[in-house]
């Protein structure tokens, strides 16, 4: 292993806290990691690294060198991206629900793979928190507001949001025409990831948000869930309309007060700072946001005309 590639094990290592999960991202043997960052130290000088059977931490000096190697490795994957007809290649690790994947990646995924053929794309699937740092990961596509964090987001579009509820829970309680007419009607909760707690109803009234909380007497942190238990006739939700356009196109869910639409949700792209100009990532943000701009539309223009 020459200097370079060692040196990119090393980064590796230090994100990943494990050699062995090191060498799985990388495709590599154990061993190999481990000789290339026992030639890393006695190059050095130094001690790169604290081991433990179960954990592996960066000495101060490690720390130091794992932050020059991440800016070496990419400004030198940057200048060989720059040259005609060199592409990325290797790992991309993207975290992604499955529906928000199958709605907008999918879709334009294979012409993806062609033009790049050097990428191995691993798709993880979830809406959790995620350690992008510790659990090997490139970017994570989210929707919502984001909270203050220390990686670099890139929001790439708007939802457009739907109130909505089966059409058995509108035979038993009714359809509602204002906002006041939602006395009586009960929603189905949806908890905070990042709090805990029930998000209430939302609703634009006269150019304002206007919130409204609902009895509930379930509430969901998984958004297939909500879903499904809105099916059920359970209460009301809110959700991206693309999750639920062909229930509302068959009628099993109906649309509620869509002239006081929610808030569309932002949706963003996150990845580490040591992340930032590599060019997999970045290829894959170009394309992405393309094709999210390119799937909303027909989305939105179904909206419009259900309205």
Do not use: N
């Amino acid at each position: 292993m020459d200097r370079f590639d060692a040196m990119k094990a090393f980064v590796r290592i230090v994100e990943r806290r494990s050699f062995t999960a090191a060498a799985e991202d990388l495709g590599l043997p154990r061993s190999t990691l481990t000789d290339a960052v026992k030639g890393l130290e006695a190059r050095l000088g130094v001690r790169l690294l604290h081991r433990t059977t179960r954990h592996v931490s960066p000495t101060l000096d490690g720390e130091a060198y794992y932050e020059r190697c991440v800016r070496l490795i990419a400004e030198l994957e940057d200048a060989e991206s720059a040259f005609a007809g060199s592409k990325p290649t290797g790992l991309l690790h993207v975290d992604v629900h499955g529906t928000l994947a199958r709605q907008f990646i999918f879709p334009g995924l294979p012409k993806f793979l062609e033009r790049y053929p050097g990428i191995e794309l691993f798709m993880s699937d979830g809406d959790r928190l995620v350690d992008l740092i510790r659990e090997g990961i490139d970017c994570v596509l989210r929707v919502g507001e984001l909270r203050d964090s220390d990686m670099i987001a890139r929001r790439i579009g708007l939802l457009q949001e739907v109130t909505c509820a089966s059409a058995t829970y509108i035979a038993q309680y009714g359809l509602p025409k204002s906002i006041d007419d939602l006395a009586g009607h009960k929603m189905i909760g949806f908890r905070s990831s990042a709090t805990g707690g029930i998000l209430p109803l939302e609703f634009t009234v006269g150019g304002a948000l206007r919130s409204v909380s609902l009895p509930c007497s379930i509430s969901m942190a998984g958004s297939d869930s909500y879903v499904e238990a809105a099916h059920l006739g359970l209460g009301l939700i809110q959700v991206p309309r693309y999750r639920v356009a062909d229930e509302l196109a068959r009628g099993t869910l109906v649309a509620v007060l869509p002239d006081y639409p929610p808030s569309p949700s932002p949706v963003s792209v996150l990845y580490p700072h040591s992340r930032q100009l590599s060019p997999r990532v970045r290829v894959f943000v170009e394309w992405l946001s393309g094709e999210f701009v390119a799937r909303s539309r027909p989305v939105m223009e179904g909206s419009t005309a259900s309205s």
